[in-house]
Structures are given as structure tokens and as C-alpha cells.
């Protein structure tokens, strides 16, 4: 390649020299920098060499080898640059690439999780409804219980208070037995009392005011039958009394299952919704691992992405200066190979323009 290069070089420049004179040809060297240098050592040599021609050819020929050398070395750097380009850059398309597929994988976790967590979501509300549910039945139940225990103790208070006026009552009557003659001052203090002690319960102050009426005509026979009356009054509320207490007692056991029951559907419901909870939490850890391992693929190929981008630019800048300075040095040997065709052929014409330049050194300049 590079022979065919340099092949190229000297017959573009051989076509070009052969459409110009001698004196145009050594006129065009004189332009050229490199050219000049060789001109220069032409100039030393003629003028000291003992053998010029000889001499000129074997430093020509000399330096023609060492561009040869230098080329090769530049060939061989550049050629192991290359070479690392070629590795180096697919090997980084390919990294991207990796890291391209591993964050889309992520981000397909990461829409499989946030699915859990939406499905998770529903569970825990309907759960949670549940819970909210069961604690409003058991709020209820402890309110209408509250409110049977309020009725079972008043009932009961009523009872006492019905048994203890019916008592007061009985001894009120006792003592107007007899027909006293303060009767009718103890009969309106009876008929009074009695009065405040069950007129709020199902006419007992009529009834109150009945046996003020029939004790007034102070007969003993009617009065045991009025205190007989008065006994199994009191009995039936004793009997009452304990209806009323297993009755309560019934509805507390009743209420007692009632709340075993709704507590134990309570424990459940909460116990789920901590599992639903526990649920979430575990798929939110596993989120935000896909959330972190996109972020971290993202910037892992970014980073790739720029290396690439940084060693394209180094390579592409390797391949300008590597053509740059085969250019250079192509040029120097096709300059060399013109300057040795010049001495061999066109001696003559080179020393008479050496002379010139001698006569007038701002010519060379």
C-alpha cells in the first residue's frame, strides 16, 4: 500500500515535472521548503565535497532511507492505534448496548411492581373497609348494650322503688288502723305519701288512693285483705325483679358471643391488612431497587456512551494526523526522488542555478 502510494506520488510528479523546463523545475523547489533544504545541501556539497556528485547522490539516498524508516515507524504507531480504534470502539457499542438492555429490563420490573403495588392497593382498601366496617358494628353493639343496661338498671330501680313504697305503705296503714282520731290528718300524710311514691308508675297512685279509701273505715278484715294485696304486690315484684335479671343475663351473654365474634372477624381483618401492608412495603423495596438500577444503567451508558464518543474523536484525530504526515513525508521522498533525478540527468542546469543562488542569496531565501 504504502509502495503504491509513494509509486503514485513520483509519477504525478514526474508528469508534472515533464511539462516543465529544468529552470521552472529548480524554480518550483526553490518554493517548496523542503526542496529548498535539499538545495541548500547541493549548495554545501558543490562547493566542498571532493567528490560532490557522489556525495550529494549517497546524502540524497540517505535521507531517502530515513523518510523510508520514519514512514514505517509512523505506519506501525498508527497501525496499532488503529487496530486498538477497531477493538475499543465496537466493545463500547457493545457495553451500551448491555446496559441499554438491563435498564429496559428494569424498567419492565419496575411496571411489574408498580402493577403489584396498584393490585396490593386495592386489597388493603378493601381490607381496610373491612376493619372500618366491623369497628362501627362493634361500636354499635356497645352502644345499644349500653343503652339495655341503662333499661335493665332503671327497670330494676323501679322495682325497688315500687317495693319500698308498697312497705312504706303498709306501715302507713297500720296506723290508721283503728279509726284514731287524728285519722284523717294521718290519711291525707298517707294519701300525700303515697302519692309521691307511685304516682309514676302505672297508676299506682290510684290504687294508692283505693287503699286510703278502704282503710279509712278502719276494718281489721279489710285491712289484712289490703296487706295481703300489698305482700303479693311485692312478691310479683320480686319475681319481676328476677325476670328482669335473667333476662340481662341472657342478652350479656348473647352481647358477650356477639363480641367474641366481630372481635375475632376484627383480628382477621386487621391481620390481613398488616399482611397487605407487609405486602406493599416488600414490592416498595423492590421498586425503588428498579428505580436505582435504571438510574444506574442510564448513567453507566451514558458514561460508555461518552468514551465512545471521546475515543471516536481520538481516533478520527489519530487518522488525520497519521494521513497528514504520510502526505508529508510521500511528498519529501517524490521531492527527493525529483532532486536525485536532476543530478543525474540535468547536472549542469543544477549547478548553474546553485550559482545563482550563490550570486544572489535572497534568491534562496
Not at 206 to 212: E, N, T, V
Amino acid at each position: 500500500m504504502r509502495v503504491t502510494l509513494l509509486l503514485v506520488a513520483f509519477a504525478a510528479l514526474l508528469a508534472s515535472a515533464s511539462a516543465l523546463t529544468i529552470k521552472e523545475r529548480l524554480q518550483r523547489l526553490e518554493r517548496n521548503e523542503f526542496g529548498r533544504h535539499l538545495l541548500d545541501i547541493i549548495q554545501v556539497q558543490l562547493s566542498s565535497a571532493e567528490d560532490p556528485v557522489k556525495t550529494i547522490l549517497d546524502l540524497l539516498e540517505q535521507l531517502r532511507q530515513d523518510l523510508l524508516k520514519e514512514l514505517e515507524g509512523v505506519e506501525e504507531i498508527y497501525t496499532n492505534a488503529e487496530s486498538d480504534c477497531n477493538k475499543t470502539l465496537p466493545a463500547l457499542g457493545r457495553e451500551i448496548k448491555k446496559y441499554q438492555k438491563k435498564r429496559v429490563a428494569a424498567e419492565g420490573r419496575l411496571a411489574t411492581v408498580a402493577a403489584e403495588i396498584d393490585q396490593e392497593t386495592l386489597k388493603l382498601k378493601e381490607n381496610q373497609r373491612v376493619v372500618d366496617s366491623l369497628d362501627e358494628t362493634i361500636t354499635k353493639l356497645e352502644n345499644d348494650r349500653a343503652g339495655e343496661v341503662k333499661q335493665y338498671e332503671d327497670a330494676l330501680a323501679d322495682v325497688a322503688k315500687m317495693r319500698e313504697g308498697l312497705k312504706k305503705a303498709k306501715e302507713i296503714l297500720s296506723k290508721l288502723a283503728g279509726g284514731s282520731s287524728s285519722f284523717l290528718e294521718l290519711s291525707a300524710h298517707a294519701e300525700s305519701a303515697l302519692k309521691v311514691d307511685y304516682e309514676y308508675a302505672n297508676g299506682l297512685g290510684q290504687l294508692a288512693k283505693y287503699f286510703i279509701q278502704m282503710a279509712s273505715t278502719a276494718d281489721p278484715a279489710l285491712l289484712k285483705h289490703i296487706f295481703d294485696v300489698i305482700d303479693k304486690i311485692i312478691e310479683q315484684l320480686s319475681q319481676n325483679e328476677y325476670a328482669l335479671t335473667q333476662a340481662e343475663t341472657a342478652k350479656a351473654k348473647v352481647f358477650e358471643g356477639q363480641m367474641y365474634q366481630q372481635h375475632s372477624l376484627l383480628f382477621a381483618a386487621q391481620e390481613k391488612v398488616r399482611d397487605v401492608q407487609s405486602r406493599i412495603n416488600a414490592i416498595n423495596v423492590r421498586r425503588q431497587k428498579a428505580k436505582t438500577d435504571i438510574d444506574h444503567y442510564v448513567n453507566l451508558a451514558a458514561q460508555k456512551q461518552k468514551e465512545r464518543e471521546d475515543k471516536t474523536a481520538l481516533c478520527q484525530a489519530q487518522r488525520g494526523t497519521r494521513d497528514s504526515r504520510n502526505n508529508s513525508i510521500e511528498e519529501q521522498l517524490a521531492i527527493i526522488d525529483e532532486v536525485i533525478t536532476l543530478v543525474q540527468l540535468h547536472l549542469q542546469p543544477v549547478k548553474d542555478h546553485i550559482a545563482t543562488r550563490e550570486e544572489s542569496p535572497e534568491a534562496s531565501a
